[in-house]
């Protein structure tokens, strides 16, 4: 989901992330943890705040 040029609202594209990303560890066993890489402040603090929401 491109947030940068073409604009997707960057709090549902890191909620949509963060639940799928909660959904295959929980399903699989491998890989055991997933990385999110982000490039500003700005998005850290957006996917701070999707980590910090309940599953």
């Known amino acids: ?12 594209a890191a909620a949509i992330a963060v639940r799928e990303a909660r959904q295959w560890l929980a399903t ?9 890489v982000v490039f ?3 998005n850290k603090r957006v996917y701070e705040q999707a980590l910090a929401s309940p599953a």
């Open 28 to 36: 699989h066993a491998w890989p055991q943890e997933a990385v999110f």
């Open 40 to 42: 500003d402040e700005e």
């Open 1 to 12: 989901m491109s947030t940068g040029i073409y604009g997707y609202p960057k709090a549902e």
